[in-house]
């Protein structure tokens, strides 16, 4: 009982085996030297060689940073680069938001791998729906793209990539290079399969200071399909399904405002249970299947997985109640019906294993508003909190299941997609990874020159089971 190795221990918690530096201010973000209080440490190390990259990054941050020298004179000048500016080492990656806020966390988590393996400074644009969400991950700067950016409203005179690939190919010149670029990897955009995760279109790009991405997808397994990045991937990753695990450990705090939230909710309701089940509801199309039917499904699913006991219907039991094992089940939907009906289920009746289970649901929106602050609180805090659970059951497709997954390193038992009244048999599927899908991924073989299935090239990406044509590191 070496007093000193249990303080090096509680360091390592506190800081996450190294993910984190201890130079933050603990009071202006409380969740970044909290979060190991409430959540378990993770089996899965970051390598030594990912924590450098990290260190090498937050110094290229704070160099590069907003209203550094660099960042005036290559981000606020808005005007044609001359070659020598093209030459400085400060170049940028503007993330940009669209759709809900898992997509959002998606997306950043792969522009910051991005940004990491092409020496460029990530700066996010977050207008006021994002502003109170998480605190500011890199040590003695700022990731947030100033107001002042040129095209921080109209981006309508950036040349995009696809243009640029054109004008490339009839000319291979590199004046043709404009200092800022829009990316576009949107999964509804045509040119999704542009060959941005081929050598040739990192090429081209990596001459480029400014690269505005705007994009709804966990595109990081791309990434592990470029040849240049592959060496540095591996090192970074020798455990390919802890991408998003580590990195976004590394990147989402949540803000003191949304702390307040979690660490409220956690006490009050989870905190005492033996166990935490997290039961994530989203329903794409509520015309699809009857609340009734998603409910029944989950029941199949938790009882079928001994997540949660049955009710003693015939009230057999005679044994007294399990006072000391409780489970507590934590809803995360849009709509109040399955928190309430499965809430009343375990209060009125017994169980069959004597436990005693207790269901909470955060709130109940009714309806995503992905432009509200107030709303998006609601969703960080609720992610966060199916992150704490020691198991999962999530929605098929849904992005906000995935962050709550990796970012707690669970594997969940996601729900298969039902139909009118029939309860999909097997009423769900344990998934392979922690891993997010990339649900559009790219289908062209930057080799083959033709179409092809990436999970033949590469054994760490298999198709997931929720969406058949996505990929999934493992
Ligand atoms: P996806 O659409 O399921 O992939 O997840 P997104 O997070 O990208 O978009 C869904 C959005 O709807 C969320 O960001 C929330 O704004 C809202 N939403 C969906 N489900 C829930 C929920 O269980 N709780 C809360 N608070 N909001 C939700």
């Not at 905190?271 to 329903?283: T, Y």
């Not at 289908?443 to 179409?451: D, E, I, Q, W």
Request: glycine share 4%.
């Amino acid at each position: 009982n070496d007093p000193s190795l249990s303080a090096t221990s509680v360091a390592n918690d506190k800081l996450l085996d190294g993910l984190l530096v201890s130079t933050f201010d603990e009071t202006s973000c409380l969740s970044r030297y909290r979060s190991y209080l409430y959540r378990k440490a993770s089996p899965h190390k970051p390598s030594k060689y990912l924590i450098s990259r990290l260190r090498n990054y937050e110094h290229l941050h704070t160099n590069c940073g907003p209203h550094t020298k660099s960042y005036n004179k290559i981000v606020t000048k808005g005007t044609e680069v001359s070659k020598n500016d093209a030459a400085t080492k400060c170049k940028y990656l503007v993330w940009t938001a669209s759709n809900g806020l898992g997509n959002r966390m998606v997306t950043l988590a792969s522009a910051f791998l991005y940004a990491i393996l092409t020496n460029r400074v990530l700066l996010v644009r977050f207008g006021f729906d994002m502003f109170g969400l998480f605190c500011e991950p890199f040590p003695n700067s700022s990731w947030l793209l100033p107001r002042s950016f040129p095209y921080w409203k109209d981006q309508k005179h950036i040349e995009t990539y696809e243009s640029v690939l054109m004008k490339n190919k009839a000319n291979s010149s590199q004046e043709l290079l404009p200092p800022f670029l829009i990316l576009n990897l949107q999964h509804s955009h045509d040119g999704h399969n542009n060959f941005f995760h081929c050598d040739r279109g990192q090429d081209l790009l990596q001459k480029v200071p400014t690269l505005i991405l705007s994009s709804d997808q966990y595109f990081a397994p791309s990434l592990f399909m470029i040849q240049s990045f592959r060496q540095d991937l591996s090192k970074m990753f020798p455990e390919k399904d802890t991408v998003f695990h580590h990195l976004g450990r590394y990147l989402f705090h949540p803000s003191n405002e949304a702390w307040k939230l979690i660490s409220k909710s956690y006490e009050a309701h989870l905190a005492k249970a033996n166990e935490r089940i997290g039961l994530q509801i989203r329903v794409f199309n509520t015309h699809r299947a009857p609340h009734q039917t998603i409910i029944n499904e989950i029941l199949a699913c938790t009882i079928q997985h001994k997540l949660l006991p049955e009710v003693d219907m015939q009230k057999l039991a005679t044994s007294p109640l399990k006072k000391q094992t409780s489970k507590v089940v934590i809803v995360a939907s849009l709509y109040s019906e399955y928190g309430e009906k499965l809430g009343t289920m375990y209060v009125t009746n017994t169980t069959v294993t004597r436990e005693v289970i207790r269901v909470y649901q955060p709130s109940h929106e009714e309806r995503q508003k992905s432009n509200s602050d107030k709303h998006n609180i609601k969703a960080w805090t609720e992610i966060y909190l199916l992150s704490l659970c020691d198991a999962l059951i999530t929605s098929p497709k849904s992005t906000f299941g995935y962050v709550a997954q990796s970012l707690g390193g669970l594997k969940p038992w996601i729900l298969q997609r039902a139909y009118g009244e029939t309860i999909p048999d097997p009423p769900c599927q344990r998934a392979m990874s922690m891993e997010p899908c990339f649900h559009y991924p790219p289908k062209y073989g930057c080799k083959a020159n033709s179409t092809v299935d990436f999970t033949s090239l590469f054994h760490h990406m298999k198709h997931c089971e929720d969406v058949a044509n996505g990929l999934r590191l493992i």
